[in-house]
């Protein structure tokens, strides 16, 4: 079953901030967030594991909550490059395969 | 950038006939996946491989198979096409198992008419 994110879509201004939240009904042991931008391929962010710390990439940051198996993708002042899809995917501790099952997306787009 | 190229990139194909898709890598590493991507659903696992001859079935596998001969290359194959598989097909490589970072392909835009 997928995780859900949400918002399934944000506007921003240049130097707003945004969250995208990703929920998950199974047990997880990490969390992935990617970027895509119109286009183009899907780009890696951050992984978030079981018992790990919260991940930082430029202004870009994200927590993971074990017990509600939910994950947080914080945007603080946004630029326009943020603009794109993103995805978080995660990684069920129960998952014999160890794949990862990807949310819907939720596209930002951040606006001068 | 790492190095993973797919072909073709554009394909029209009508209904009831064979497509095979094309994943090539330079980076040595042992996983790689194929998704579909369509509006609303991100991207969806089809199968995987981790290792030569080694692949599994993914979360929508019905109607696709694949191979895996060489290292480098992963070959996506529906046995014949239909309209629900029109969507873009990414390819995928990671060094490691569940996912780890993986890096993605530029994508196939496949429509079957």
């Known amino acids: 079953q997928q995780p859900v994110q949400s918002p399934q879509a944000v506007i921003l201004r240049e130097g707003e901030d945004a969250v995208i939240n990703c929920s998950s009904s199974?047990?997880?042991?990490?969390v992935h967030w990617y970027r895509q931008k119109h286009g183009e391929a899907p780009v890696f962010l951050m992984i978030l594991l079981k018992g790990g710390e919260q991940k930082g990439h430029e202004k870009i940051s994200a927590s993971f909550n074990e017990k509600k198996q939910q994950s947080s993708l914080y945007l603080t002042a946004s630029q326009l490059s943020y603009s794109g899809t993103y995805f978080c995917g995660t990684r069920a501790i129960n998952n014999a395969g160890n794949m990862l099952t990807f949310g819907g997306g939720t596209r930002l787009m951040v606006k001068p | 950038d790492a190095g993973i190229t797919q072909s073709p990139r554009h394909k029209v194909t009508e209904t009831g006939t064979p497509v095979t898709l094309r994943c090539h890598q330079t980076e040595n590493h042992r996983y790689m996946y194929w998704y579909r991507q369509d509006p609303g659903h991100g991207l969806r696992l089809i199968h995987y491989?981790?290792?030569?001859?080694?692949?599994d079935k993914g979360e929508v596998s019905d109607g696709y198979s694949v191979s895996r001969s060489k290292t480098e290359d992963f070959l996506l194959t529906l046995e014949s096409a239909t309209s629900s598989q029109t969507s873009v097909y990414f390819c995928?490589?990671?060094?490691?198992?569940?996912?780890?970072?993986?890096?993605f392909g530029p994508g196939t835009r496949l429509t079957v008419t």
């Open positions: 995928a490589i990671s060094e490691l198992a569940g996912g780890g970072e993986q890096y």
């Open positions: 491989s981790y290792g030569v001859k080694d692949t």
């Open positions: 199974k047990a997880l042991y990490s």
